[in-house]
């Protein structure tokens, strides 16, 4: 892990703190090539999981009736999928709600910043240790945005079998397996995925009233909350 700089954001500066920041990757070559960024975020959830830092994990699933990737609960590193970056809504909050008592201590999830506030309400309020790493977000899309993908290549919904949104090197791109055995691949820049995911028109609403320091704010108000 090689250090690349520092940020501080608006709420830090005003606090004299700042983020460190680094480059890395995983070491193992496989998960790198197939997971988005580097394998990051893979490479320490299954770290934790087989040091017991974590003995729950949030992993994803991908469900080829929806087309749409599920949120699932995992208790060793044996069981993680990788799904790569996933552009379409996903409703992890009302998962771990619905499946709390299933949830062995430590937990360990990815999140969007703006589902880290109530990620940590809800584990907090049921005592769960928790470490929830926080992504890096330009905007989520609605499943919308996936169709209309579809439509513009020619494709209907019956033919798809399978899609990944990102992994398979950098910088990847859009891969869509067929019914009939045909791969599809939609480059990540410059593309009629680019342009419809930049378009905003299938944006969630919430993403036009995004605040980049929400989940700090948050983690300075919940450690001020936990001292009164």
């Given at each position: 892990?090689?250090?690349?700089?520092?940020?501080?954001?608006?709420?830090?500066?005003?606090?004299?703190?700042?983020?460190?920041?680094?480059?890395?990757?995983?070491?193992?070559?496989?998960?790198?090539?197939?997971?988005?960024?580097?394998?990051?975020?893979?490479?320490?959830?299954?770290?934790?999981?087989?040091?017991?830092?974590?003995?729950?994990?949030?992993?994803?699933?991908?469900?080829?009736?929806?087309?749409r990737y599920?949120?699932?609960?995992?208790?060793?590193?044996?069981?993680?999928?990788?799904?790569?970056?996933?552009?379409?809504?996903?409703?992890?909050?009302?998962?771990?709600?619905?499946?709390?008592?299933?949830?062995?201590?430590?937990?360990?999830?990815?999140?969007?910043?703006?589902?880290?506030?109530?990620?940590?309400?809800?584990?907090?309020?049921?005592?769960?240790?928790?470490?929830?790493?926080?992504?890096?977000?330009?905007?989520?899309?609605?499943?919308?945005?996936?169709?209309?993908?579809?439509?513009?290549?020619?494709?209907?919904?019956?033919?798809?079998?399978?899609?990944?949104?990102?992994?398979?090197?950098?910088?990847?791109?859009?891969?869509?397996?067929?019914?009939?055995?045909?791969?599809?691949?939609?480059?990540?820049?410059?593309?009629?995925?680019?342009?419809?995911f930049h378009?905003?028109?299938?944006?969630?609403?919430?993403?036009?009233?995004?605040?980049?320091?929400?989940?700090?704010?948050?983690?300075?108000?919940?450690?001020?909350?936990?001292?009164?």
């Amino acid at each position: 892990m090689e250090r690349f700089g520092s940020y501080r954001s608006n709420a830090e500066k005003t606090m004299n703190n700042e983020y460190l920041t680094f480059l890395g990757y995983s070491p193992l070559d496989d998960l790198r090539w197939r997971a988005t960024s580097g394998g990051v975020c893979s490479g320490i959830i299954k770290y934790m999981l087989d040091t017991e830092k974590a003995r729950t994990a949030l992993s994803f699933t991908f469900n080829q009736e929806t087309l749409r990737y599920e949120p699932q609960l995992i208790h060793g590193s044996s069981d993680y999928l990788i799904a790569s970056s996933i552009y379409h809504e996903v409703k992890i909050i009302d998962y771990v709600k619905l499946h709390i008592q299933e949830i062995q201590e430590p937990f360990v999830c990815t999140a969007l910043p703006c589902q880290v506030r109530p990620l940590k309400v809800i584990l907090s309020q049921n005592h769960i240790e928790h470490y929830i790493i926080s992504l890096v977000c330009s905007s989520q899309q609605s499943f919308a945005a996936t169709e209309y993908l579809f439509s513009r290549l020619g494709l209907q919904v019956s033919e798809v079998k399978r899609i990944q949104y990102r992994g398979n090197g950098w910088p990847s791109g859009i891969q869509i397996e067929t019914m009939e055995g045909k791969t599809i691949h939609i480059p990540n820049l410059d593309s009629v995925w680019t342009r419809i995911f930049h378009s905003r028109l299938f944006c969630m609403d919430r993403c036009f009233f995004c605040n980049p320091d929400i989940e700090l704010y948050w983690s300075l108000f919940e450690k001020s909350f936990r001292r009164s």
